[in-house]
């Protein structure tokens, strides 16, 4: 995985078997299916932080449903910021057509979303809301939008810069 050329310290926690979720039911929870890479993701490697800085969310075996409703709760937050935001295209949280949906978060109030597309979850591109208010979009997915990131192929645009480091890992 291109991620763990990235971030070296990630593959050392790498689950030997992958994480068994019941994607059906979270996705039915959510009425979307989520990108493959990002399921991969989960499956495959425990919550972690980057740079004492960033955290996918992502939800626990056996808690879909809740983590479906907390993604729920966090899509009114976001609803706010698209109101409140100054942005030349507006945006809109998921549900609505190309609307927001949450995959991560900062300690400083960033949020990293995928701008969902009718066609299907592997053409969402990432966006990232900062907590100074400048929105900026990535074309790709976001485990590639991690490892580019991390590994300065990406200009961290209104983010301090990520360090290819695991700062905590939720075990």
Known sequence: MELER????LASHRLPVPQS????RL????????PADYKLLCEYYPRFELSDFMCVSRPMPGEEVAWAH????T???IAEWCEDADLA???????APGGLLPWGGS????FFLWTTD???????????ASRNGDWWHYTGGAVQFLADLVSGALEPWALPRVRPEITWVDR
């Open 21 to 24: 979720f019941d994607w059906s």
């Open 75 to 77: 899509l009114e937050i």
């Open 6 to 9: 990235a971030v070296p310290g």
């Open 27 to 34: 996705e039915g929870e959510l009425g979307t299916a989520l």
């Open 70 to 73: 907390g993604t729920h709760e």
């Open 118 to 128: 009718p066609a299907g979850p592997e053409g969402w591109i990432v966006t990232v």
């Open 89 to 95: 295209v507006p945006m809109r949280p998921y549900p």
């Open 107 to 110: 300690n400083q109030g960033d």
